[in-house]
């Protein structure tokens, strides 16, 4: 079955580490999101990419860092410089010509 | 900017009750309205959208009309489930703005039996 698969679900990270949560696609959508979730509270955009090889800063992007080597890949790295990365990180694609946003099942990320 | 403003929750009804949650919009151009569904622990996954004025999504159950004069897209179902308790999100995107969706903050809606 096509969808989005990120892992891992859960993960913990300690201060002053990097960590990177993977996230792959098999729909052959051409767009890819990342965004943060914070517990009552809406989306914020981290970083999307439209086209494998080029990506653009969302609203939050600051201590983040992603790439875009492959169409079905778009990797993100939560770095040392994120000062409150706890977080419930969602990724989605969007198929050209679509508005419609298809969702991985989330990474839960926890500093301890 | 665009932004999307929800109805605060959270929303407890008895099940078979009627459900209402209200969304609002502001935007620059002439965004596509969705509604999003999440499960405890879980992604997003459409509910359902619409693309122009007056228009009407539906799906299980769910509605929602494209009130370009009120700038709106309110969520209803006559009965309510309780395998229906979730966080709904309301949402718009535009083909202009490279895809890019616009999240309320969610209404957590807790159904019991």
């Known amino acids: 079955d096509g969808g989005i698969t990120q892992s891992p679900k859960y993960l913990f990270r300690k201060e002053g580490q990097n960590v990177t949560l993977s996230c792959e696609q098999n729909?052959?959508?051409?767009?890819m999101y990342w965004y943060r979730q914070d517990p009552g509270q809406g989306l914020r955009l981290i970083y999307y990419s439209q086209i494998v090889n080029d990506f653009q800063k969302g609203d939050i992007a600051e201590g983040y860092s992603v790439s875009r080597e492959k169409k079905e890949s778009f990797p993100l790295t939560v770095t040392s410089a994120q000062k409150n990365p706890t977080a419930f990180y969602l990724c989605?694609?969007?198929?050209?010509?679509?508005?419609?946003?298809?969702f991985g099942q989330g990474t839960r990320l926890t500093v301890v | 900017g665009d932004s999307v403003t929800q109805m605060e929750g959270p929303v407890t009804l008895s099940e078979e009750a009627f459900l209402t949650i209200n969304c609002t919009y502001t935007a620059t151009g002439y965004p596509s309205l969705f509604w999003y569904v999440q499960y405890p622990g879980e992604g997003l996954q459409l509910l359902l959208k619409?693309?122009?004025?007056?228009d009407k999504g539906s799906n299980k159950g769910f509605e929602a009309t494209y009130r370009k004069e009120t700038t709106s897209f309110h969520l209803e179902k006559g009965s309510v489930q309780v395998s229906d308790s979730a966080v709904y999100f309301c949402a718009l995107a535009y083909d202009t703005n490279a895809g890019k969706s616009t999240f309320g903050d969610g209404t957590t809606l807790t159904v019991k039996p």
């Open positions: 989605a694609s969007r198929k050209t010509g679509g508005l419609e946003a298809f």
């Open positions: 729909l052959n959508h051409d767009a």
């Open positions: 619409a693309t122009k004025a007056d």
